[in-house]
């Protein structure tokens, strides 16, 4: 069974919020990537995925600002008709009310609640998110951010929750990495890199290899989509791992950070928008 490590000891890398502040909400964004040997090194189907708010939460950390505009538009939402974009939107789309919601947009926030209901719904998440008493839950809280964050730390926990008792967890690898791919897009602004804003690309970058391996854990690994999919994705990794900067520190890479020269970012910045417009671009 494919399985998701929220919440695992910290062995190797742990994605550092400590500029957001201390409320609740920070206790539960903290995503730690493993680093295993031996048996437990054989398994492709043990890795970590954070829930998509923590994306949005470390961007903001490290000085991202809210600006209009860059999120998917909602009128998209019935133009996927592929099941596999379907859920790569739902991701896509719980990263953009998650940063709307950090960022005080609550009506925003609201507008991308009821996308994502209508997307959980074709792909089967029907129940989770046509729960009433969680819709009202984030209704009540529009005007409290911490609040509303708190419920859609909630939602995501039924989601997975569902997934897992169902044997579905590899949907929630394809879901994760939609809200990945936005998270890293609205990072980038088309400007010259920040160092705050570089390192935190970068400690995202050790989500990818675990977002693949979802991907490979997929049983219809032979479907066109999926397979362009994948291959858009190592295609990102590949770029990465292939910068100077990025090979400099290889062999330590666990406690050391690549400081990413311009050009690097640019080029890292150049794949994710690439990648994010063929998984938005509507139609499909």
């Known amino acids: 069974m494919l399985k998701l490590n929220y919440f695992a000891p910290a062995v190797a890398l742990t994605l550092s919020l400590a500029s957001c502040g201390g409320g609740e909400a920070e206790k539960k964004e903290v995503a730690v990537v493993e680093e295993t040997t031996g048996a437990d090194a054989s398994s492709d ?27 998917n538009e909602a009128t998209n939402v019935d133009k996927y008709s592929v099941k596999i974009d379907q859920l790569m939107n739902l991701g896509v789309y719980s990263t953009d009310m998650a940063y709307c919601a950090i960022n005080s947009k609550s009506q925003e926030a609201r507008d991308y609640l009821a996308v994502i209901q209508k997307l959980g719904t074709k792909v089967g998440l029907e129940s989770v998110f046509s729960n009433k008493e969680l819709i009202a839950k984030f209704d009540k ?63 995202q970058m050790s989500l990818l290899k675990n977002i693949i391996k979802g991907f490979k854990s997929h049983p219809a690994q032979e ?35 690549p400081e990413l020269t311009e050009a690097e970012y640019q080029a890292l910045a150049n794949e994710v928008k690439k990648v994010r417009s063929n998984i938005v671009k509507p139609g499909k």
């Open 45 to 71: 189907n043990d890795y970590v995925l954070p829930p998509p708010i923590s994306i949005a939460r470390v961007f903001q950390g490290a000085g991202l600002k809210y600006i209009a505009g860059r999120t």
């Open 141 to 203: 809280g529009l005007e409290d951010p911490e609040a509303l964050q708190d419920v859609i730390y909630e939602i995501q926990d039924k989601s997975d929750e569902y997934m897992e008792n169902n044997d579905l967890k590899y949907l929630g690898a394809i879901q994760f990495s939609g809200a990945w791919i936005e998270g890293m897009y609205l990072a980038i602004d088309n400007t010259k890199q920040t160092e705050s804003i570089g390192k935190s690309l970068v400690e």
């Open 223 to 257: 479907d066109a989509r999926l397979k362009e999919v994948i291959g858009m994705y190592e295609g990102i990794l590949k770029t990465y791992e292939n910068m100077a900067s990025v090979k400099k520190v290889s062999g330590n890479i666990n406690v050391e950070t």
